[in-house]
C-alpha cells in the first residue's frame, strides 16, 4: 500500500491528463495533433534535493555522461537498497562492467553529504559542478535543510520560487524553474533554452526576441509568459509536451506535415546565422 500511494504521489496520477489535452488542444491547434501523436506525457513529483543536484549535474551535459556521474555520486554517498538482474541488447545478461545484475543506491540525503569534498566530486568526473554542490549543500544546511525546499510547494507564485532557488549556487533561471516543475509542484514555471524559445518563436510570436542575441532575463519571462497566458491550466506541463514533440526520437509518431514544418523552421534558422555571420563578416576591416 505504501509503495502504491508512493508511486501514485511521484506521478502524480491525482492530476488527470485528459482534461488538460482537450483544454490545450482547444488553445493550440498544433498542440492538438501533438497530443494525439504523444499521449500520456506528465510531470513527476521528485524529491526536491535529487531534483536539484541532478540539474546542477546537467550544466553542460549530456545524459549518458549525467548517468555516470549521478550513479557514482549514489555509490559513493547513498545507501544500498538491492540488486537487479539485466540482460543486454544482444540476449546476453551483461552489463558494459561484464557484470550480470546492477546494484541500486538510494539518492544521498543532505546529513550523508556533510563530509563530501570538492575534491572528492571532482575525483568522480563532477568537473567544475562539483563547487555548486558543495555551495549548494553548504546554503541548504542553514536554509534549513530539505524542509525548506518543500515549503516552496506551497508557494502559489512561481517567480518567488524561481528568486529563491537561483540563490543557491550553480542554479539560473532555467535550473529553477526545473526543480520548480519536476519537484515543488509549480506548474506553470516554463523552463526556457534555445529549443524553448525556438518553439515560442515559430509557434506564437516571431519578434519575442526583439534585438536581443540571448535570453535575456526580460526575454526569458516573456517566452514563459507566452506559454503561461496560452495554457492558464498547468503552462509547465503543456509546454513540457510541446517540448518531447521537438525530440528526434519522437518524430517517427509525429504528424508528416509537422515534421516538414520543423525541418523547414529549422533550415531557416540556419540560413538565418548563415546571413547574419556574412554580414558580420563584412563589418570586420
Known sequence: EGAKEYLQQYF????????LYEEWSNADARLKKIATAIPGVRILRQTPLECMFSFICSSNNNIPRITKMLSSFRETYGNFMMEIPIQSSSGGEKNDDGDDSLSIFSFPTLDSLADA???ELRAMG??????????TRDLLQTSGGEEFLLKLRSNDDCQAVQDELTKFSGIGR???????????????????????QHIASRDYDPTVLGQAKSLTPTIYKRVGDLFR??????????HSLLFVAELPSFRSVLPLDMVREMD??????????????KEKAKKVP
Open 117 to 119: 569534498t570538492e575534491d
Open 174 to 196: 532555467k535550473v529553477a524553474d526545473c526543480v520548480a516543475l519536476f519537484s515543488l509542484d509549480q506548474d506553470d514555471a516554463i523552463p526556457v533554452d534555445i529549443h524553448v
Open 12 to 19: 502524480r496520477l491525482e492530476t488527470p491528463l485528459s482534461p
Open 264 to 277: 523547414e523552421w529549422k533550415k531557416h534558422e540556419q540560413e538565418q546565422k548563415a546571413q547574419q555571420k
Open 229 to 238: 497566458s496560452r495554457f492558464p491550466s498547468r503552462a509547465g506541463w503543456a
Open 126 to 135: 563532477l568537473g567544475y559542478r562539483a563547487k555548486y554542490i558543495i555551495g
